[in-house]
């Protein structure tokens, strides 16, 4: 069995986009990999060091979302980042690896900069250490379980790339000891938020987050963006430029989007209806993920059973991954 390895950042619960981008691709390949799952905290940490609340809440809530969607904890090892010391100590050994420069061109993490002017100034200018290297330290992430195989977006492939780079030199330097990861890439394109901006995201607002409640996705519903174009309910209007239309292909029957592309075209049906015709739809898709969901909030110690349980398979995995690595790197005292 092939080993994969992926990881997500403990900084806010799911949201549809993780769901369709990720955590589906993640369901469906749980049986035919030895799948490791971690809970980034130390990664969340690097844009998030001045508030450790609001990370070591979502370890726990992420966790239970995870599960939520059907991941098992019997096919999957859940671990905490932070409680593999392995990869901290990795992540030291590589970072003799890899430039600066290097660093500050990887796209991935150019853009987050960006992104995120009020923590590292216009121009990057007070960019942190440990944000800069977080590149090397995933790479420690995957390569301390010797990951195969990592299920990406396409925001991800940088930091791969990034990964197998050091991979390279290492092996070059100390041996053939270290395996270089592939990607699987996520079949499903970003999804696109409620307002049409090609990315679903928190910091965007335009997000449909699994635990929301019936009233929040009837208001978040009710605001979505549709066809500019129609005014009245018999207009006739363009579902492929709606965003009502594009749920409902996502969490609506195909019999049931046939009709409403049809209708819609045809002028035979109002937006006010598709949208709560999307609610029902939308609530039907998320009950059984919140019934799931519920359960655990009722046990939270079975939530930290499952890290408990994972970390500590993941640690021995670790374990005896940094035996090699120091051998051939001659520190083994
Ligand atoms: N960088 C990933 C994200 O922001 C999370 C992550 C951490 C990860 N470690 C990983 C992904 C290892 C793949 C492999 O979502």
């Given at each position: 069995m092939k080993t994969i390895l992926t990881g997500i950042r403990p900084t806010g619960n799911l949201h549809l986009g993780h769901y369709f981008g990720a955590g589906k691709t993640?369901?469906?390949?749980?049986?035919?990999?030895?799948?490791?799952?971690?809970?980034?905290?130390?990664?969340?940490?690097?844009?998030?060091?001045?508030?450790?609340?609001?990370?070591?809440?979502?370890?726990?809530?992420?966790?239970?979302d995870l599960i939520a969607i059907g991941l098992d904890p019997k096919n999957i090892h859940f671990f905490i980042q932070s409680k593999i010391p392995e990869i901290a100590e990795l992540t030291v050994f590589y970072s003799n690896l890899v430039t600066v420069s290097r660093l500050q061109r990887n796209p991935t993490v150019k853009t987050e900069i960006s992104q995120k002017k009020e923590l590292f100034g216009n121009n990057g200018e007070?960019?942190?250490?440990?944000?800069?290297?977080?590149?090397?330290?995933q790479a420690a992430d995957i390569t301390c379980f010797e990951g195969e195989i990592v299920p990406v977006g396409d925001d991800q492939l940088p930091l791969l790339e990034q990964c197998r780079e050091i991979v390279r030199k290492f092996n070059s330097i100390y041996g053939n000891i270290l395996k270089e990861p592939e990607q699987l890439l996520s079949k499903t394109p970003r999804i696109k938020g409620l307002d049409g901006n090609d990315k679903m995201g928190k910091s965007l607002g335009n997000a449909i987050y699994l635990v929301d409640d019936e009233k929040t996705i009837h208001?978040?519903?009710?605001?979505?963006?549709?066809?500019?174009?129609?005014?009245?309910?018999?207009?006739?209007?363009?579902?492929?430029?709606?965003?009502?239309?594009?749920?409902?292909?996502?969490?609506?029957?195909?019999?049931?989007?046939?009709?409403?592309?049809?209708?819609?075209?045809?002028?035979?049906?109002?937006?006010?209806?598709?949208?709560?015709?999307?609610?029902?739809?939308?609530?039907?898709?998320?009950?059984?993920?919140?019934?799931k969901r519920k359960y655990y909030d009722e046990h939270p110690e079975e939530v930290k059973k499952v890290l408990e349980n994972g970390t500590k398979q993941a640690r021995e995995k670790a374990k005896e991954t940094m035996k090699k690595i120091k051998e051939s790197m001659k520190i083994d005292y």
């Open positions: 993640w369901r469906e390949n749980q049986e035919k990999y030895d799948f490791y799952l971690e809970i980034a905290d130390v990664q969340a940490l690097t844009d998030n060091f001045d508030n450790p609340e609001k990370v070591r809440t979502n370890v726990y809530e992420i966790t239970k007070s960019i942190t250490y440990g944000f800069l290297g977080y590149p090397v330290s208001d978040k519903i009710m605001k979505a963006i549709t066809d500019p174009n129609k005014i009245k309910k018999d207009d006739k209007a363009n579902p492929e430029i709606c965003m009502v239309y594009y749920y409902h292909k996502l969490v609506n029957n195909e019999d049931n989007n046939k009709k409403i592309c049809e209708e819609c075209k045809k002028g035979e049906r109002g937006c006010v209806q598709c949208k709560k015709e999307l609610i029902e739809a939308m609530n039907t898709f998320l009950k059984p993920i919140q019934e």
